[in-house]
Each structure stands twice: as structure tokens, then as C-alpha cells.
């Protein structure tokens, strides 16, 4: 060998001891600390256990101590993205943790295996809390859309799905998976191992009721109850309770190969429960009970729990049922909620039970009533922090070993079922925010549209002026008595913001902003008399008292009675003379008509006003500020933000709207694509009722009014604050104990 080799091969070896060691260092460094943790008897890692009811962490030489489980659910998308997308980053999980920490927090729920960025972001963020670190329960995500379809757990296809992902799973969690990246699911090189920072397991999502009543009566003498390694069915179980023991025992298996054992629980909810709901409308909602306690662990110290969904406001019986006003709730009514928490938490009374999805959101629409202004919506930041608290102190006052509220974040993509049928094409949600649609303001982490922070609503335009140049159009003297006339928007409203010639006086001279996107509508007749426009006006906004100022719809447009009215569901009683031609409140509904022998019993059709429009401030900064403000004035200046739905609009991003089609035969309906909203501004006198609006010679021609017009947009801005509630929520898990008392 040369001397020139021998450099060469001397310069290898030692790039190679290099590189092998940084290898080492890299590996050692992505290793969670050490972790106090209790030894099974197997030799297996323990860190939580379920005793008798009770919910346990170990603390190191041989000592358990009860602990209440306080968490957040988190989702795996941001505005503008689908969950299938997984778009979060480490920048982004990070950021969170420490909040979710911060606010007090212990634990974590993902419903599906998110991305490998969640798991090295988790182990990043635990490296230096030692002892006390931030933990997660993994969720399992069922194959929902076929159990719905098939209605038969124990289809083959169905079986094969599942068994996948709970493979998928654990191995995610401890590292140990390579997954080609595909649409729709997580993927790529999972290496952290994230089992030291597991709380517990929790698998499947709800169960849809017809689909577990089917499988039991399908198997009903063909399939024994199932007897595993690690969990067993009781000889009382359904077969779908089986099919769940199954499922849970092969989680166990395969999690004990990698030397740790965790509590294991399966999805509930409150249509699937325990319990017996005499005051609930309809069959399905009390159809068929799945329960925890026919399955059990027979090698499993880490235990078992049982867990629940429970809403304030969802099935209806919560605000039906007689057999639950028990509990007063100090302002007159009662604590349904509570007196159902009590009755579910008797039937376990000998297994820990935690409610690991509980809420409501900070929406203008609202989809369900709940007793005590408990609703599905139409809350206020403010309000939704102190139902929050309240639901939380309900679920630990009553003995639960948890409470994990929906959820972190606000989600765009969502859907309600009293505004899905007017979010139009439905593959476009997430690039929207409609505020109407509860659905999608669940979080105590706003996602807001791009502009909140730019504009707020105050009554004072100034912040308008920073706005970057073409975001904003003006128009100079549109009425009389209007001297300026400004809109602008962003995923979520359309601003407007006008400057008058005298200081707005609500109670002499209110201001109206008609508006038009397509040929048709109506002429607002009593509040533009004597004015002849050239075509209908499908909404009308009016700005004046507070009990007064909001979206009007017209008649003919008015596509909440077209859904319920005669040509539709006909839920609605035909209109009076007054209402065929008078601008209506705009609504949604909140309770469909039910009728035996369809229900148990009667409930009439119910609906809401949601176009009312809240006078106040959104900064945040300010001691009244209020999610829900619609608009405020000061001085000569008043300004407004109007949610896009109010004006018609089933998708801004591509400029839909809902058109004047018929409905379909499945009772949807068809969009037109428009160029912009024509704004057509006047004020009124109280006394005189005279009109200072455009035009000459009674007539007003609408192609001459102020269009505003924008582009279709395929990418999102948005702001993200955190809500009053994850103050709130801070404020009541510091008054709690640590630990539970002994």
C-alpha cells in the first residue's frame, strides 16, 4: 500500500468513526429522558393505571396517587387545509404544547395518527420536564364511513381496515414505522419514540346506533363472546361489545412488545349509552347501548376506563327529559347535565369514567337548544369560557377521573347540519370561515380570518388607512348624507365602513346598505318608498337601534323558507300577505319537526334569528370586547363586518352564491357564479320618512351603485389568539388539587 493510500484509508476510518458516532449522538439525543415508571409484573413499563374507579399515576417508590385528567382535544389541520392534509408544523405543535402546558393542562387526545413532526415535536418538547411532562392519549380511528354504509362491524373489509390502524398505530407511537405518504392519511418515518409520554389509548370514534343495533342482531347467535390474551367480553356482551374486546386486546398485544402497558378504553357516546332517556323524541337515539363493563382486563395492569361524549344540548333530551330536572341549577331551571353525569356515573360506579369530548362553540348560528343557555352556538368568547368552566366543574364535582374538552383550535372545515346544505361546493369549507356554522369555532385557540387583527371594529376607521394599497375600494358620495364609502374583506366578512356628512343618531336617521349578486330578489317597498330600483335586492342590511341592526333577506331569495317552506321539507306554515313581500329576519333552524310513529312523540319546528347584528368592540385588548360584534360607530364613522352567509354566499372563494333555482330532488340547492355585490346605500328620516338615497326621478338604476368586486382566492390568511375560555379554564384547573385526596 502507498503512503498515499494509507492517508486515504486513515482519513476513512476516521469520517467513519465520525459518522458513526454522530450516528449514536443522534440516536441517544432523540430518546425521551428517563421516566419514572412502575414494573409489571411481565417486566413490562407502567406509568397510569386504572384502581377501582379511580385513575392512578405512579410517582415513584411504590407509590400511586390519584390524579383528575384535564386535557384538550387537538386536530390535525389549520385553516385552508383538510385533516387528510396533516399541515401542521413543529413550529406550530410546539407553540402549543407550551401553551397547553402553560394553561395547566396534563394531557393531550389525538383522534387518528397525525404526521411523524407531532411525535418528535412531543418528545421534543418532554426532553427537559423530567417527571413532569405534557402527555397525549393516542386516539384510533375507526373506518366510520363503512361501519355507516355496511352497518356490520364484522365485515371482513371493515375488520382488515381497523386491525391496520391500531398497527399503525402503536407503532407510530413507539417509532417504529415507515409509511409511504399518501392522500388523505398521515405518513413517512415515524423514529421518536413518544411511549413514555402516553397517557392511555383510546379506540374507535362514536358509533352510529342503526349500525351497532344491526351488528348485534346480525351475530347475535354466531359470534361467542371474544376471550383474549390481554382483554376478554363478559358473557353478557353484545357481539359488537365482543368485536370491541377484540380490538382493545389486540392494542395490548401489540403495544406489550415494546416493554409498556397503558390503560385502554374505546369511544362512546351519549346515543350509544347506558342509560335509558324516556323524555328523548327519537328511536335512534335510544336505540342501543354500548357498554364498558361487559368488556374487562384479564392481563392488563395498566386497566381499563370507560370514556364519553357528553354535549349540554345533543340528543334533545336534555331539555326534554322530565326524569332529569333534579338537579337546580340556581337561576330557576335545572342542571340536566349534571343529573345525566350523576345517573351514568352510577352505572360505573367500579371503573374510572372520563368525559373525553365536552363544549360549546363561540358562533353566531346555533343548531341545538341545551337547557340553562347551554346551546350549540350563538355564544360570545366570554360566555363560551363560562359554560366551559361550568361543564368542567359538573364533570368533576361528579366523580369523573376526566374531563378533555373540545377542543384546541378552531377548525374551518367543518360542517353543521343546519347550514351544510347552503355551503356550496362542499370541498371549499376550509377555505372559508362561516361564522354561522357552529361546528367550526369550538376552540379556546381562534383561528381567525386574515384580517381580524387589521380591522377592528370600533367605530373608528383610522386602521383602515394601514390596510395595503387595492385591498380596499372607496366610493366618494354614494347617497346623500354618506360621504364615503369604503368595503374590503377577507375569508370570514365582508367590512363595511362608512364616513356621513353628520354624526350617526341611530334613533333619527338609520342607514340602509340593500345589496344584489343576481337578477331577481325584491324591492324593499316599506323601507325604500317611492324608489323604483332596477332589479331586486336579495338582502337587506339595517343600521339603527341595537335591537333593530341586522341581514334581512328578501322574500323571494329567502332560501331558509325555501328549504322548510312548501317546496321543501314544509316544515314552515305558508307565509302571511305581509311576509311574500316584506324583507324577513334571517334564520336557521334548530329543531326539525317530529311526528309519531316516525318519534316517540311530538316536537314542533323551531328556528332561530341569527342575522341580528351585535353592536360593540373586537379588540381584544378592550374590557367589552365581544367575538360576536357585528358593528359600532363613533362620531361620523360607522363600520360593520357581515358574516358571508347573511349575503347569500355558499362559497366566497369561488364566488358562489345560492341562485333562485328550485331544490333538487334530494332537497339541495345550485349555486350561481356572480362578479361582486352591489351595494345599494340610503338613509331614512323616523319622522318625515324621507329618503336620502341615490338616484333621481324616484328611479335607481343598479348597475351605476357601488360594486365591490374581489378574486377567488385557493389559499387562506389567518390570525390565531387564544379565548377568554383558555384563561378561564387556567384559572379553574389551578383552584383544583394536584393530586386527588386520598
Not at 418528535?120 to 420536564?129: E, F, H, M
Not at 354466531?222 to 359488537?240: C, D, N, R, T, V
Not at 337547557?371 to 366551559?388: C, F, M, T, Y
Not at 385588548?621 to 363600520?639: C, I, K, P, R
Amino acid at each position: 500500500m502507498t503512503t498515499l493510500a494509507r492517508k486515504r484509508l486513515v482519513i476513512l476510518l476516521v469520517l467513519g468513526g465520525i459518522l458513526i458516532a454522530g450516528g449514536i449522538y443522534l440516536i441517544i439525543s432523540s430518546l425521551p429522558p428517563s421516566h419514572t415508571t412502575y414494573q409489571a409484573s411481565n417486566g413490562a413499563k407502567i406509568k397510569f393505571q386504572t384502581s377501582g374507579d379511580r385513575f392512578m399515576e405512579y410517582k415513584g417508590e411504590g407509590k400511586w396517587q390519584e390524579i383528575f385528567v384535564k386535557g384538550v382535544n387537538l386536530g390535525a389541520t389549520v385553516p385552508g387545509h383538510f385533516p387528510g392534509e396533516f399541515p401542521i408544523t413543529e413550529e406550530d405543535y410546539l407553540r402549543w404544547f407550551k401553551q397547553i402546558d402553560d394553561m395547566g393542562a396534563n394531557v393531550i387526545r389525538i383522534y387518528t395518527v397525525h404526521n411523524p413532526v407531532f411525535y418528535t415535536s412531543l418528545v421534543k418538547y418532554n426532553r427537559d420536564k423530567g417527571d413532569d411532562p405534557l402527555y397525549f392519549i393516542q386516539g384510533i380511528w375507526s373506518p366510520e364511513e363503512q361501519l355507516i354504509e355496511l352497518k356490520d362491524a364484522y365485515n371482513p373489509g371493515i375488520k382488515d381496515t381497523f386491525h391496520k390502524e391500531i398497527e399503525k398505530a402503536v407503532k407510530a407511537v413507539y417509532g417504529d414505522l415507515k409509511i409511504p405518504v399518501q392522500p388523505g392519511a398521515s405518513g413517512g418515518k415515524y423514529r421518536a419514540n413518544a411511549g413514555p409520554y402516553l397517557m392511555a389509548w383510546h379506540i374507535g370514534t362514536e358509533w352510529d346506533p342503526e349500525m351497532v343495533d344491526n351488528t348485534n342482531t346480525l351475530y347475535a347467535s354466531s359470534i361467542p363472546p371474544y376471550k383474549g390474551k390481554h382483554f376478554s367480553a363478559l358473557e353478557k356482551a353484545s357481539p359488537f361489545e365482543s368485536w370491541l374486546a377484540e380490538l382493545i386486546d389486540q392494542t395490548a398485544e401489540l403495544e406489550a412488545g415494546y416493554g409498556w402497558q397503558h390503560p385502554m378504553t374505546f369511544t362512546n357516546w351519549v346515543t350509544t349509552d347506558v342509560l335509558e332517556h324516556p323524555g328523548e323524541p327519537l328511536f335512534e337515539e335510544d336505540l342501543v347501548s354500548v357498554d364498558a363493563t361487559h368488556i374487562e382486563p384479564v392481563d392488563w395492569e395498566a386497566g381499563y376506563f370507560a370514556a364519553y361524549h357528553v354535549y349540554p344540548y345533543y340528543p334533545d333530551f336534555f331539555h326534554l327529559d322530565k326524569t332529569l330536572e333534579t338537579i337546580p341549577d340556581g337561576n330557576g331551571g335545572f342542571n340536566t347535565y349534571k343529573a345525566y353525569l350523576r345517573k351514568l356515573k352510577e352505572h360505573y360506579k367500579d371503573m374510572p369514567v372520563m368525559v373525553t369530548e365536552y363544549g360549546v362553540p363561540a358562533s353566531l348560528g346555533v343548531s341545538h337548544i341545551g337547557p340553562g343557555g347551554r346551546n350549540q352556538g350563538g355564544h360570545s368568547d366570554a360566555e363560551k369560557a363560562e359554560i366551559d368552566v361550568s361543564l368542567t366543574k359538573d364533570i368533576y364535582d361528579e366523580g369523573y377521573s376526566g374531563a378533555i374538552l373540545f377542543m384546541w383550535q378552531d377548525e374551518w372545515f367543518k360542517k353543521t347540519w343546519n347550514t351544510m346544505r347552503f355551503e356550496i361546493p362542499e370541498d371549499r369549507r376550509s377555505y372559508w370561515l362561516n361564522v354561522l356554522t357552529n361546528e367550526k369555532l369550538f376552540g379556546i385557540v381562534s383561528m381567525g380570518p386574515g384580517k381580524e387583527d387589521d380591522i377592528i371594529i370600533d367605530g373608528e376607521l383610522s386602521d383602515w388607512d394601514a390596510l395595503p394599497e387595492g385591498e380596499v375600494k372607496s366610493w366618494n358620495n354614494p347617497a346623500p348624507g354618506i360621504e364615503r364609502f369604503r368595503v374590503t374583506h377577507d375569508e370570514a366578512y365582508v367590512y363595511v365602513g362608512l364616513t356621513l356628512a353628520e354624526d350617526f343618531d341611530p334613533d333619527t336617521r338609520p342607514i340602509y346598505l340593500g345589496t344584489h349578486t343576481q337578477p331577481g330578489g325584491n324591492e324593499p317597498i316599506t323601507e325604500l318608498p317611492g324608489i323604483k330600483l332596477s332589479d331586486g335586492l336579495e338582502n337587506l342590511v339595517v343600521i339603527g337601534r341595537d335591537e333593530e341592526t341586522e341581514v334581512r333577506t328578501a322574500p323571494n331569495y329567502d332560501f331558509h323558507r325555501r328549504l322548510y317552506g312548501r317546496y321543501g321539507y314544509w316544515m314552515l306554515d305558508e307565509p302571511t300577505e305581509e311576509q311574500k313581500v316584506q324583507f324577513q329576519p334571517w334564520k336557521l333552524a334548530v329543531s326539525l319537526t317530529m311526528s309519531p310513529p316516525d318519534t316517540r312523540f311530538s316536537q314542533p319546528f323551531k328556528d332561530m334569528t341569527v342575522g341580528s347584528l351585535v353592536r360593540g368592540t373586537s379588540d381584544r385588548n378592550d374590557a367589552n370586547f365581544s367575538s360576536l360584534t357585528s358593528w359600532q360607530y363613533s362620531g361620523n364613522e360607522v363600520e360593520l363586518r357581515i358574516p358571508w352567509m347573511l349575503l347569500g354566499f355558499a362559497d366566497p372563494s369561488s364566488l358562489q352564491v345560492i341562485d333562485y333555482g328550485p331544490l333538487k330532488k334530494d332537497r339541495t340547492f345550485t349555486t350561481a357564479e356572480v362578479d361582486g355585490i352591489t351595494f345599494v346605500p340610503w338613509m331614512k328620516d323616523r319622522q318625515s320618512q324621507e329618503v336620502y338615497g341615490p338616484g333621481s326621478h324616484g328611479a335607481v338604476e343598479l348597475a351605476e351603485q357601488p360594486k365591490y368586486t374581489w378574486s377567488p382566492w385557493e389559499t387562506v390568511n389567518y390570525t390565531e389568539n387564544l379565548k377568554s375560555g383558555y384563561y378561564a379554564l387556567k384559572e379553574y384547573y389551578e383552584s383544583l388539587p394536584e393530586h386527588q385526596p386520598e
